[in-house]
C-alpha cells in the first residue's frame, strides 16, 4: 500500500494550462518539484495544503488506540 503524501502544492502558471497538482511528503522537497516542472520564472502562484487524506487517521489507527 502507497502512503499518502503530507503536502500538496497547486502550481498556476502565467501561460494559461491548467494548474498542476503535486504531492510531497516534506516541504523541504517543494523546491525539487518546483525545478522538476516548466520554466520556474512562469509560476504565478503556489497554493500549499496540508493532504488532509494523509492526516485523517486511517481505520486500522483508529481501532488500535486503547
Known amino acids: 500500500m502507497t502512503k499518502t503524501k ?3 502544492a497547486e502550481i498556476t502558471y502565467r501561460n494559461g494550462d491548467a494548474p498542476t497538482i503535486v504531492q510531497f511528503e516534506e516541504l523541504a522537497d517543494l523546491h525539487d518539484v518546483v525545478e522538476m516542472w516548466a520554466d520556474w520564472n512562469e509560476i504565478e502562484q503556489i497554493v500549499i495544503t496540508l493532504n488532509v487524506s494523509s ?3 486511517g481505520r486500522e489507527e483508529i481501532e488500535s488506540r486503547p
Open 6 to 8: 503530507r503536502w500538496m
Open 55 to 57: 492526516a485523517t487517521p
